[in-house]
């Protein structure tokens, strides 16, 4: 059963979207954060991870740890003290470690292995009521509007029991731990991060995955491009010319080719951005040295932008001489 840590895919050029670890295809993502989620869905618990979140480390708004219509103060405080520390919970079939560090001010760090030196660090809110029992837990994801309610008990051994599992933000809460809830040892009574342990920025990793969208479609429009001019000496004019299966509107980039007057000689491909936050992206391909060369360029918005760069310009000699207009610049 999939639980709140579940991984929005992106959609490949040519495959439909699927949970990571499956036949997806995930070329989007850098290979870094290729291999940090692939390591992380080595666990159960963790299916995924990125989803729309917008991180700040140093919050200053969190959730307080306790609600406040607990009837009992004093149990309500030794409770939220007992929870505040780093606990650890050990994958049996990976051996992967998860640390979950419950802070004095409702935040609650999920840490991350991604190698044996690295590890990252995913800042959630949370608030507890020890008045039912079991207890409750609720863990918010920012930017998610509704909070994932589940159950908690310290157990006689001192351990941490959560019932993760199952658990969906908006979903009702579980009234009793099933066999496969997580049980947590504590390993330290600190708060803070330990040495050495990133903070992911979720938003940023996010925008940057979205935008590899833009650059990979324009890039393979590029390539194809250059594969249909050798064989019909000019450049497609249209995307199902091309043969490529990339639709022209995806829910973050509409797509066009946008043919010259001269079609034998150059052509230009655009991704327009209609998410905000996101940069807009100009691919070309050109014709140079006669007609044996044909060269490509991409070029980016400096900033989020819902207007495409205008058309580079064109070589005089090789791709070295191709110049992105003004507010754009060259990718490779």
Request: negative net charge.
């Amino acid at each position: 059963m999939k639980n709140f840590f579940q991984l929005p895919v992106l959609a490949s050029p040519v495959q439909k979207p699927g949970f990571l670890g499956s036949n997806a295809d995930i070329s989007l993502l850098s290979w870094r954060e290729t291999r940090f989620l692939r390591i992380l869905l080595a666990s159960s618990l963790l299916i995924g991870l990125l989803s729309n979140i917008n991180t700040t480390v140093n919050a200053q708004s969190a959730i307080a740890p306790v609600v406040a219509q607990s009837p009992n103060p004093a149990t309500s405080d030794a409770v939220a003290k007992r929870l505040q520390g780093q606990w650890e919970f050990t994958e049996p079939s990976s051996g992967n470690k998860l640390l979950w560090i419950f802070t004095p001010i409702g935040e609650l760090f999920m840490v991350l292995p991604y190698d044996a030196d690295t590890r990252f660090a995913l800042p959630l809110k949370y608030e507890i009521d020890p008045t039912p029992q079991p207890m409750h837990l609720n863990v918010t994801l920012p930017e998610e509007e509704q909070r994932v309610m589940t159950i908690f008990e310290f157990t006689a051994a001192g351990e941490l029991r959560v019932q993760i599992e199952g658990t969906n933000p908006g979903e009702p809460r579980p009234t009793a731990f099933d066999s496969e809830a997580t049980v947590f040892s504590k390993v330290d009574d600190a708060t803070t991060l330990p040495p050495g342990v990133e903070i992911i920025d979720v938003e940023a990793r996010l925008r940057k995955a979205q935008e590899s969208e833009g650059k990979i479609y324009i890039s393979s429009m590029n390539r194809a491009q250059q594969a249909y001019r050798l064989e019909n000496e000019q450049f497609a004019s249209n995307l199902q010319e091309l043969g490529l299966g990339i639709e022209s509107e995806t829910e973050i980039y509409r797509y066009q080719i946008l043919p010259q007057s001269d079609r034998a000689s150059l052509v230009m491909m655009t991704a327009t951005a209609k998410v905000p936050e996101l940069r807009s992206y100009t691919g070309a391909v050109f014709v140079v040295d006669g007609q044996a060369t044909t060269v490509t360029a991409i070029c980016e918005t400096d900033q989020p932008s819902s207007t495409p760069p205008a058309m580079p310009t064109v070589p005089s000699q090789g791709s070295a001489g191709i110049q992105c207009p003004p507010g754009s610049h060259l990718i490779k």
